[in-house]
């Protein structure tokens, strides 16, 4: 009995990990880092080929950065960043080399429910949100706020509700595109249920009280009608158009936007005048907070913008190389958007890449490990999902279509 459990621990060790990433965040992101430190000695050990991609060309840009931080500002705290970008470097190299179709299913299947769980975990908040140790190892103690008494927003198990939001809307994605697999197979009994978790999702990202968060939900149904019938899409944005006073007042914390908005002008401001203090390498994550603090004698963990913080902790090497992946991944995604072929994934990907970026533009989610790791998986199988599409002809950019041409 024990064997067959050792032996389907170590045969699902991925999976129990990302289904712990929900149920025990802690844990669950130490199992995915050493999961990616493993792999990375594994592969430096076997000498294996690795291609250069365009998130793992991102990610050794953060990693060169950071140590270039930790020299030029002699700290060598700096160098745990550093560590961190070796264990999602191995992570990423263990999606494109190793995982299958199935792989990214069981991912995407497992956030949908972590996306329930979250939604579920709502009506006993009040007490979930305290910070006790066994709320910490559950996610669900609220970080970043002083007063936990009645607070109204979703946390989840995301120690945040910026955090949960940014889960909820990849779950969300997934959740869409399956949809529309099953209308184009007139499953309507699959259809009548995903429905219901829908609406149980879009109410839970409504309840976690984030304007970006809403305002990405839209976005993400406008690319849902085109990919699914383009006369709904004219429709639904039309309406989005003449009604626009009306969403707005379903917005959550509508009263306060522009001075929401005003208060994240001036964070980004500070940061933008942090970067050009150290322009090159920046300051790492750890080292923002402690710049900040001194510099602006206020306390602000991130930028509060994808863009901004990646050029204030990892320096212009990092923000520069974040825009040349944005830009190849828009002009990969455009590729596909328009064509009629319908791929297994293709639904799945065009929904959900979007949500990094457009809640990167308000806020700095890929901040928490744990959204960070879900973020990785996504980018490593969508790099491998289309390593077959040709970019200026620079094979480097691209991994060998005969080596996984059957997860497409």
């Given at each position: 009995?024990?064997m067959?459990?050792?032996?389907?621990?170590?045969?699902?060790?991925?999976?129990?990990?990302?289904?712990l990433c929900?149920?025990?965040?802690?844990?669950g992101v130490?199992l995915?880092l050493?999961i990616g430190?493993y792999?990375?000695?594994?592969?430096w050990?076997?000498?294996?080929?690795?291609?250069?991609t365009?998130g793992?060309?991102?990610?050794c840009?953060?990693?060169?950065?950071?140590l270039?931080?930790?020299?030029?500002m002699?700290d060598?705290?700096?160098f745990?960043?550093s560590?961190?970008?070796?264990a999602?470097?191995?992570?990423?190299?263990?999606i494109?080399?190793?995982?299958?179709?199935?792989t990214?299913?069981?991912?995407k299947?497992?956030t949908?429910?972590g996306?329930?769980?979250f939604?579920?975990l709502?009506?006993?908040?009040e007490v979930?949100?305290?910070?006790?140790i066994?709320?910490?190892?559950?996610?669900?103690?609220?970080?970043?706020?002083g007063?936990?008494n009645?607070?109204?927003?979703l946390?989840?198990a995301a120690?945040?509700?910026n955090?949960s939001v940014t889960?909820?809307?990849?779950?969300l994605?997934?959740?869409?595109?399956?949809?529309l697999?099953n209308?184009?197979?007139?499953a309507?009994?699959?259809?009548g249920f995903q429905?219901?978790?829908i609406?149980?999702?879009?109410?839970?990202?409504?309840?976690t009280?984030?304007?970006?968060?809403?305002?990405?939900?839209s976005?993400?149904?406008?690319?849902?009608?085109f990919?699914?019938?383009k006369?709904?899409t004219?429709?639904?944005?039309?309406?989005?158009?003449?009604?626009?006073?009306?969403?707005?007042?379903?917005?959550?914390r509508?009263?306060n936007?522009?001075?929401?908005?005003e208060?994240?002008?001036?964070?980004?401001?500070?940061?933008?005048?942090l970067?050009?203090?150290?322009?090159?390498?920046?300051m790492?994550?750890?080292?923002?907070?402690?710049?900040?603090?001194?510099m602006?004698?206020?306390e602000?963990?991130?930028?509060?913008?994808l863009?901004l913080a990646m050029?204030?902790?990892?320096?212009?090497?990092g923000g520069?190389?974040?825009?040349?992946?944005?830009?190849?991944?828009?002009?990969?995604?455009?590729?596909?958007?328009l064509?009629k072929?319908?791929?297994?994934?293709?639904?799945?990907?065009?929904l959900s890449l979007?949500?990094?970026?457009?809640?990167?533009?308000?806020?700095?989610?890929?901040?928490?490990?744990q959204v960070?790791v879900?973020?990785?998986l996504?980018m490593?199988?969508?790099?491998?999902?289309?390593?077959?599409?040709?970019l200026w002809d620079?094979?480097f950019?691209?991994?060998?279509?005969?080596?996984y041409?059957?997860?497409?």
């Open positions: 009995m024990m067959s459990l050792s032996v389907f621990a170590k045969k699902h060790f991925m999976t129990i990990s990302i289904i929900f149920l025990l965040p802690p844990l130490t995915m050493l430190c792999s990375l000695n594994k592969a050990k076997n000498r294996l080929k690795v291609n250069l365009p793992l060309f991102l990610l840009c953060m990693f060169i950065s950071s270039g931080a930790g020299v030029v002699k060598h705290s700096y745990l960043v560590a961190l970008m070796l999602y470097i191995g992570l990423y190299i263990k494109t080399k190793e995982c299958v179709m199935k990214f299913s069981v991912y299947w497992i949908i429910y996306c329930l769980y939604y579920g709502y009506p006993f908040q979930t949100i305290h910070p006790t066994k709320n910490y190892l559950a996610g669900t103690a609220l970080l970043g706020v007063d936990v009645h607070y109204p927003r946390i989840g120690y945040n509700p955090f889960i909820l809307l990849l779950g994605a997934f959740l869409l595109a399956e949809l697999k209308l184009r197979n007139a309507y009994v699959k259809v429905s219901i978790a609406i149980a999702i879009i109410h839970a990202i409504i309840l009280g984030s304007r970006a968060g809403f305002a990405t939900m976005i993400i149904f406008v690319l849902f009608c990919r699914w019938n006369v709904v004219l429709l639904f944005t039309l309406m989005l158009a003449v009604q626009y006073k009306f969403i707005l007042e379903w917005m959550p509508n009263e936007l522009f001075e929401s908005a208060t994240r002008k001036d964070i980004w401001k500070k940061s933008f005048d970067w050009q203090e150290y322009p090159l390498f920046g790492t994550p750890l080292g923002f907070r402690e710049e900040y603090v001194y602006f004698h206020e602000i963990p991130h930028a509060h913008n863009f050029f204030a902790e990892y320096g212009a090497l520069v190389a974040l825009i040349v992946v944005v830009l190849i991944n828009i002009y990969k995604a455009s590729s596909l958007f064509i072929y319908q791929s297994l994934n293709l639904d799945t990907f065009l979007p949500v990094i970026f457009l809640t990167g533009i308000f806020d700095y989610v890929i901040f928490s490990p960070a879900m973020a990785i996504l490593a199988s969508w790099d491998k999902y289309t390593a077959r599409i040709p620079l094979q950019f691209s991994i060998p279509y005969e080596r041409r059957y997860y497409l």
